[in-house]
């Protein structure tokens, strides 16, 4: 059997966690807006790249894992928001099952 380790010091970058919320604006409509959810301490590591030409403008995405502790409540309609660059999330995985630590894969588009 595999284990996961993370050793402390590797959880290293401060990511915080963000949740979209509506509020509803002078006029009644409804305004979209990201909350800080959770701060997290996150070891990142970024996977692969790719570049498109969209509408005659370049774009890139770039996937990205980031493993921290395991808390809950954690779901695909977050972002996380790195130093002001933002991540969506593409997946959740409670490594080993043992609600140790989380391993997120995210895609950042830039």
Do not use: C
């Not at 380790?5 to 509020?23: A, C, D, F, K, M």
């Not at 409509?29 to 692969?48: A, F, G, H, N, Q």
């Not at 770039?62 to 933002?86: D, Q």
């Amino acid at each position: 059997m595999i284990t996961f380790h993370i050793q402390p010091g590797e959880l290293n970058r401060q990511v915080i966690v963000e949740q979209r919320s509506t509020t509803r604006g002078t006029m009644g409509e409804e305004i979209d807006s990201w909350t800080t959810y959770k701060r997290i301490w996150s070891k990142v590591l970024p996977i692969r790249g790719q570049e498109a030409a969209i509408a005659r403008r370049e774009t890139g995405k770039l996937e990205t894992k980031f493993w921290f502790r395991y808390f809950s409540g954690l779901t695909l309609k977050m972002r996380l928001n790195m130093g002001g660059r933002y991540f969506d999330i593409v997946s959740i995985a409670n490594l080993e099952e043992r609600g140790r630590f989380l391993e997120v894969t995210a895609v950042e588009t830039i």
